[in-house]
């Protein structure tokens, strides 16, 4: 194929152009004569030069200053400190534009107790943003504090249609005093504190455990993955654990709970089918506290059959402060104020500082939060000063009521 195309070109080029006929040409002349051909043709030739000029040289105006702008998507929103970025030096300036923090729980450096220190923020607040990892949190690393024994315990579990359940034991051990972390009362006024929704977040959870006291009780969600992983971990930490009973709220299904919400027209054989599942999740747990439930809270016969079952197997009841008049359990008790509403640390220190007020006054009271990372940090830097100011930092298990005491 290419040696006959090569014999072609060279064929052709070696022969003379054929003569061009001047009769061809002389229509075109004629016409050229005429002024607005004439005129347009020279137009034409002055736009193919320039157009060959510049295809040559280049842009005759490459040389001449030249601006440009940027144009950006506007920011998001800054998103709430984590722990790090609330208490650490590079976040100081958080205060300025805060109210007054009570003098008691400062320290003499004019810092939280405990000591400021750094990190990078990392956690996207307040709602289900996850964790990249522990460097959102500036608290120490706690070492573990009189290990509680490991779960379960015999004689305090039987079988059930969807794994072990808590039950009194036939000597009359009960979960809600053998799992609960041991207290023994200096005479000091008590303060509480229990931090939930755990275990969907490894790092929050893993911060709670290992970054906070012994004596704050820690309350798990159902439906953690490796939540007995979690709940072994955090009693090897010397925690008492709960678990936590999704209740209907306000505006179910849309506000939901999820999968097994107690529901407040459900009725006790609904409400018995749902604790069989939700109780089974794991071991170790000395009682069980509300996840929502405004609506719940309603109804007489379901909430008398959370009670009823509850007592039967042993178990405590704490609630966030909204089911202070539904008695009924083994053991009770009701949170005198949730500690993390607003989400900033001199809120949730005010919150501190009214519990301690409120303790001292009636002698023992019970906060609540969420694993927020800067109510973690906020409470761990919080609890290391409580000594000092005259209280005693307790289990939330030591403020729990048994019926008729």
């Given at each position: 194929m290419f040696a006959k195309?090569?014999?072609?070109?060279?064929?052709?080029a070696g022969a003379p152009p054929e003569p061009r006929s001047r009769l061809a040409m002389e229509p075109v002349l004629t016409a050229l004569k005429k002024p607005p051909v004439a005129a347009g043709a020279a137009?034409?030739?002055?736009?193919a030069a320039a157009a060959l000029f510049v295809a040559v040289l280049g842009d005759p105006r490459a040389g001449a200053p030249t601006a440009s702008a940027v144009l950006e998507r506007p920011t998001a929103a800054a998103a709430a400190p984590t722990g790090a970025e609330a208490f650490g030096f590079s976040g100081l300036d958080i205060y300025q534009d805060l109210g007054p923090i009570d003098p008691a729980l400062m320290g003499e450096d004019g810092g939280a107790q405990g000591g400021f220190g750094g990190g990078e923020a990392l956690i996207t607040l307040p709602d289900g943003a996850s964790v990249a990892s522990g460097q959102g949190f500036s608290a120490p690393v706690r070492a573990p504090s009189s290990p509680l024994p490991p779960a379960p315990i015999a004689g305090l579990f039987q079988p059930g249609p969807n794994g072990p359940l808590p039950r009194i034991a036939a000597d009359g051990r009960v979960p809600a005093q053998a799992y609960a972390r041991p207290f023994r009362s200096n005479g000091k006024?008590?303060?509480?504190?229990v931090v939930g929704g755990l275990g969907l977040n490894s790092a929050t959870t893993r911060a709670a455990i290992e970054r906070l006291p012994a004596e704050v009780t820690l309350s798990f969600v159902p439906y953690a993955e490796g939540l007995q992983t979690w709940i072994d971990m955090a009693r090897a930490h010397g925690h008492e654990v709960m678990i936590e009973l999704p209740m209907e709220p306000t505006g179910y299904p849309d506000n939901d709970p999820g999968p097994y919400t107690l529901l407040a027209s459900g009725g006790a054989d609904d409400v018995a089918v749902k604790l069989d599942w939700l109780l089974a999740r794991a071991v170790g747990y000395f009682g069980v506290t509300n996840y929502l439930g405004d609506r719940f809270a309603t109804?007489?016969?379901?909430v008398t059959a959370l009670m009823t079952n509850l007592r039967q197997r042993g178990l405590a009841f704490l609630d966030d402060g909204s089911m202070r008049r539904r008695p009924g359990a083994f053991a009770r008790a009701s949170a005198d104020r949730v500690v993390d509403e607003e989400q900033t640390p001199a809120a949730i220190l005010r919150q501190f500082n009214a519990l301690e007020a409120a303790a001292k006054t009636h002698g023992a009271a019970l906060g609540t939060g969420f694993s927020y990372p800067v109510t973690v940090e906020a409470a761990a830097r919080w609890t290391a000063g409580l000594e000092a100011r005259g209280l005693q930092l307790a289990p939330a298990s030591a403020m729990t009521r048994r019926p008729g005491r």
């Open positions: 195309r090569q014999s072609a070109l060279a064929a052709a137009g034409a030739f002055v736009i006024p008590m303060v509480a504190l109804s007489d016969e379901g």
